[in-house]
Every structure is written in structure tokens, then in C-alpha cells.
């Protein structure tokens, strides 16, 4: 255990200002010593996000923040869409126990080699980070970063803006394009989680020939006569209702709790018996086909909190979920739901997050899961 405290609030409003109000009156003064915020808005407060974080600054006093965009955000027990919110969470972090992470391959780069010192001697290998889903080379930046901090294990989504001028991080500043956030030391404990919204459809299979994001052979046949038959003949006859329903699964090597990646099929050519996958692919790699299931992601999601609730000890001080935006009220229902379900099992704890273009998780981008990570 630490010493740190957590303390969070959302609101709702008709503007940005009524939001800050709202969260600033729900947080009352139990924040003053409070070190560090995390800040989650809806996109359609996307265009004030700069002078929403001034304005949090000077009430708080908090100088250091880190956050972004979704099209929808989350906090204990509630989910928010489709009109102007807020989350925010306040930590008292211990004294130098986090670095923030600057957006850009330089800053990055000049962030570690400034602070090696503090990270080899706090044994920092933990981070929080937002990024920019433009960006076509932030998953090689994610496992960059986990490689530098020998190994590292991150957390955080992708911004879901719906309009692309304002797909913006906070650390510290405003940013937009990389990837940032922030470091935390070993003295701040935590435990994490990941939880899928797919099924696979049947055993892995071995890509025999691709190329690029071209998958043309599995198991030395053609990959459009594979896939047919694992996703059964009502289906194989009338290919457009795949769309948004079945998806690839590429198994992450060494998991030892079975996780795979989930990438959109792009495509399907029916005379060259070719499909088009949502990643670059490798010849002799597993892959596997998924489904969306609301049942099982309900069942996976409560083997995720249970295993986190067990580890956890009843010891939660606070907590972040990034979850993806075709969960939530696409595949839980509209009463908040999967947020429900987090409080339900876990009890009460400050909790702020939003709904993802893409979830990072150790060294990884992920699509269709919830991570949910627990400050002890």
C-alpha cells in the first residue's frame, strides 16, 4: 500500500463552464492536497478542452494533468454520452513519484534520457498514455516505450474524437498526433486487467501465405474457404452480414490468459478467395476468427473482476477504464451497464475513464476490450 489518495468527480452541463462548476461543487474542498488530475471530456467539449484544463488548473491548483478525448466517458458506476461532460479524478501522488511523457519522438526520447536516473532508481516500469489514432505508427511507439522502461507495462486508449481537428492528449499540455501521459514509480501500486468482447469461432489456424494485410492461404488453403467454414453456412451464403460481427483474432505470443488481438476484416475477394485484415501479417503466425458475443464479453468481463478483486485484497483506492467505444451501450445495454458491472463487483472507488478508439495494454493496442487498472 501507498499513501496516496484519490478523489474523483463527473457532471453533465449545458456548456463547458456549467460542467467545470459541477465537477469542482462535487469535489468540494477535500482536494487541497491533491498533487495530480486526470481529465476525460466528451467531444463535444473537444473544442474548450485548453481552456477547460486552465480552469481546473486554477481551482485546484493542480498543475499536473493528463487526460483526452472521447465520444464517451466514464466514471463510478455511470456512463456519459452524447452531450457536454466531464471526468476528473485528483491524486496526492508521493513526493517525485511520476514524470509526465511529452507527445513527439524527440520529447520522448529526451524525456527517458533525462530522467534514467529517477527511472533505474524508483523502478519505473509503469505508465499511463493517450494516443492519436492518426498516428499509423503509435502501436510501434507503444512497444517502444515498454522496451525502454525494461519491460514496461502501459494502460490507456486511443482518443475517440468523431472529428478529427480534435483528436488532442493532455500531459501537461495540450498535444496531439504521438503518444503521451505519464510515468508512475513503484511506490504507487497497481494491478491491471484486461477483459475481450469477442469469441473465437474455432481453433488457430496457420497463415501460409500473405502479404501485407492480403491473408490468401491458411493451413495450405485457400483463407476465403477457411473461413467460411468456421463461421458456419448461414453466414458463408451471405458474406455482407459479416461486416461489424466477425472479426480476426491474432493470439498475443506468450499470454498466458489466452489474449489475442482484435483486427477488422477489411475485405473479401470471392473469385481470388482472398480477405483484407485490419493488420500487416505474417506468414507461419496463428490467427483465429472471433465473434462479437454481448453473453461472453459479460462472462470474460466478470472473470476480469474477479481475478482483479482477488488480487486486489480489498485494498482499491481509485481506478482508470478504457474501454472500447463498441462496447459500453453497443454491446452492455444503455443503463450504463458495463460500468455497473465494475461497481458491482468491486464496490465503491473513485473511478474515471472513457470509451476508446483502441485500448493499450502492456505492450499492445488492443480493439474490443476493456482495461480496467486499480491503485492500491
Given at each position: 500500500m ?5 478523489k ?11 460542467v467545470v462548476r ?7 474542498t477535500?482536494?487541497?492536497?491533491a498533487n495530480?488530475g ?5 467531444d463535444s467539449?473537444?473544442?474548450?478542452l485548453q481552456?477547460?484544463?486552465e480552469?481546473?488548473?486554477e ?5 499536473d ?5 472521447g465520444?464517451g ?23 517525485d ?13 529526451d ?9 533505474a ?5 509503469f505508465?499511463?498514455v493517450h494516443?492519436d ?13 515498454s522496451?525502454e ?11 475517440s474524437?468523431?472529428?478529427d481537428?480534435?483528436?488532442h ?14 510515468l508512475?514509480?513503484?511506490?504507487i ?10 469469441t ?5 489456424h ?15 488453403r485457400?483463407?476465403?474457404?477457411v ?6 453456412d448461414?453466414l458463408?451464403k ?17 499470454s ?5 488481438l ?6 473479401i ?13 505474417e ?8 465473434r462479437r ?16 478483486g ?8 481509485g481506478g482508470l477504464?478504457?474501454?472500447c467505444?463498441g462496447?459500453?451501450r ?17 464496490g ?9 478508439n483502441?485500448?493499450?495494454s ?7 476490450t ?7
Open positions: 501507498s499513501n496516496s489518495t484519490f474523483a468527480s463527473c457532471a453533465t452541463g449545458s456548456d463547458w463552464q456549467s459541477h465537477c469542482l461543487e462535487e469535489l468540494g477535500e482536494h487541497s492536497s495530480f486526470f481529465l476525460y471530456i466528451t467539449l473537444a473544442p474548450y481552456i477547460m484544463l480552469e481546473f488548473r481551482k485546484t491548483g493542480i498543475r494533468w493528463v487526460g483526452t478525448v465520444t466517458i466514464c466514471c463510478t458506476g455511470r456512463e456519459i454520452y452524447d452531450e457536454p461532460a466531464a471526468a476528473i479524478m485528483l491524486a496526492s501522488l508521493p513526493v513519484s511520476y514524470r509526465l511523457i511529452p507527445a513527439g519522438i524527440s520529447g520522448l526520447s524525456m527517458l534520457k533525462e530522467n534514467q536516473a529517477w527511472i532508481e524508483h523502478s519505473v516500469h505508465g499511463v494516443g489514432p492518426r498516428n499509423t505508427h503509435i502501436a510501434q511507439i507503444i512497444e517502444s516505450l522496451t522502461l525494461d519491460p514496461g507495462f502501459l494502460v490507456g486508449g486511443l482518443t474524437a468523431s472529428e481537428d480534435f483528436m492528449q493532455i500531459a501537461g499540455e495540450v498535444y496531439e498526433d504521438g503518444l503521451s501521459g505519464v508512475l514509480s513503484a511506490n501500486p497497481v494491478i491491471s486487467g484486461l477483459t475481450q468482447g469477442c473465437p469461432l474455432s481453433n488457430k496457420t497463415i501460409t501465405r500473405s502479404d501485407g494485410h492480403i491473408l490468401a492461404e491458411l493451413d495450405g485457400p483463407a476465403l474457404d473461413f467460411k467454414e468456421d463461421i458456419g448461414a458463408a451471405d458474406l455482407s452480414g459479416v461486416a461489424g460481427y466477425i472479426f480476426a483474432g491474432l493470439p498475443v505470443p506468450g498466458d490468459t489466452g489474449d489475442y482484435v483486427r477488422n476484416l477489411m475485405g475477394d470471392p473469385d481470388e478467395k482472398l480477405l483484407a485484415i485490419g493488420d500487416n501479417l506468414n507461419d503466425a496463428p490467427i483465429m476468427f472471433c458475443d454481448g453473453a461472453t464479453a459479460r462472462e470474460d468481463m466478470l472473470r476480469m473482476l474477479g481475478d482483479l482477488k488480487r486486489a485484497g480489498g485494498q482499491i483506492k477504464y478504457y474501454t467505444l462496447r459500453g453497443n454491446q452492455f445495454g444503455d443503463n450504463s451497464e458495463e460500468l455497473k458491472m465494475i461497481r458491482d463487483q468491486l465503491e472507488f473513485p473511478l474515471v475513464g472513457f470509451f476508446a483502441g485500448e493499450i502492456h505492450n499492445r493496442l488492443y480493439g474490443y476493456g482495461v480496467l487498472t486499480l491503485f492500491l
